[in-house]
Nanobody, 124 residues
Framework: QVQLVESGGGLVQAGGSLRLSCAVS????????MGWFRQGPGKERAFVAA????????YYVDSVKGRFTISRDNAKNTVYLQMNSLKPEDTAVYYC?????????????????WGQGTQVTVSR
């Protein structure tokens, strides 16, 4: 059984930064693809970024390119999402997700494991 635990959310002013963490336990960490999704008020869950833990290739949704960075520390079994230049429209519950395949996928249904979510609120 794989468990994902997010942390690092909070309230920040527009233009500020936050770093989300996702601690992974339960299985071999290095063989996974890890993603971050978000669900804003009244919106569906949407893809934000993903990283292949073996090799480190990354992929981002256009709206966060240049502002967000996904990274991983395999020794700590942790994935991070560094969020800079935050905007009010980034306000959402952010979820960490994992899938056992080797390819990055932007579809939430392709991810087997999910964290509980962490709230990010960006004020004007």
């Amino acid at each position: 059984q794989v468990q994902l635990v997010e942390s690092g959310g909070g309230l920040v002013q527009a233009g500020g930064s936050l770093r989300l963490s996702c601690a992974v336990s339960g299985r071999s960490f290095s063989s996974y693809v890890m993603g971050w999704f978000r669900q804003g008020p009244g919106k569906e869950r949407a893809f934000v970024a993903a990283i292949r833990l073996r090799g480190g290739s990354t992929y981002y949704v256009d709206s966060v390119k240049g502002r967000f960075t996904i990274s991983r520390d395999n020794a700590k079994n942790t994935v991070y999402l560094q969020m800079n230049s935050l905007k009010p429209e980034d306000t959402a519950v952010y979820y960490c997700a994992g899938r056992g395949g080797r390819s990055i996928d932007t579809r939430s249904e392709e991810y087997e494991y999910w964290g509980q979510g962490t709230q990010v609120t960006v004020s004007r």
